[in-house]
């Protein structure tokens, strides 16, 4: 019995051992930021902008940005490794499509990896619901950027 073609471990999971194209070139900065995929100068990438830079006061050289397609899957693991962050920002990616088996509380801090992580909801809908855009600054990014209860991150 050949258990690699079996349903107990199928192919949709190779994804997590290959490369990452979406990172080739990028270097180790301390705070990834992933999200689904927005257009350049639409009002998503108004929103990111505003959150990470009047927001997180945080500069370009600060972070690395990857953008995912709905469903796409990547790994954790070569994310990690390569650039290195010591927080990641989740808009509208789940866990389970870096290969994470855990759960992890919206708008909140969470602890994974060694690494801070904040999940949150996409970046069109925190334009159109203040008070989960509320949240998420008073619970997960006003502590860790301007109140720095981790400690100095960038």
């Known amino acids: ?15 997590f051992w290959q490369e990452i194209p979406h990172i080739q070139g990028l ?8 999200s689904s ?14 959150i990470i830079t009047s927001g997180c006061k945080l500069e370009e050289s600060n972070y690395n940005l990857v953008l995912l397609d709905a469903g796409e899957q990547i790994a954790w693991t070569k994310l990690r490794d390569q650039l290195q962050p010591k927080v990641v920002l989740l808009f509208n990616v789940s866990p389970a499509q870096l290969g ?3 759960l992890f509380r919206i708008n909140e801090i969470n602890n994974f990896d060694n690494v801070r992580w904040v999940p949150t909801i996409s970046l069109d809908r925190l334009i159109q619901d203040k008070e989960f855009k509320s949240n998420l600054w008073n619970n997960a990014l006003k502590p860790l950027f301007v109140n720095k209860i981790h400690g100095e991150i960038v």
């Open 1 to 15: 019995m050949n258990i690699i073609n079996t349903e107990i471990v199928g192919s949709a999971q190779d994804v």
């Open 27 to 34: 270097s180790s900065r301390n705070i990834l930021i992933i």
């Open 37 to 50: 995929v927005y257009l350049p100068g639409s009002a998503e990438d108004d929103q990111l902008r505003a």
């Open 100 to 102: 994470i088996s855990a």
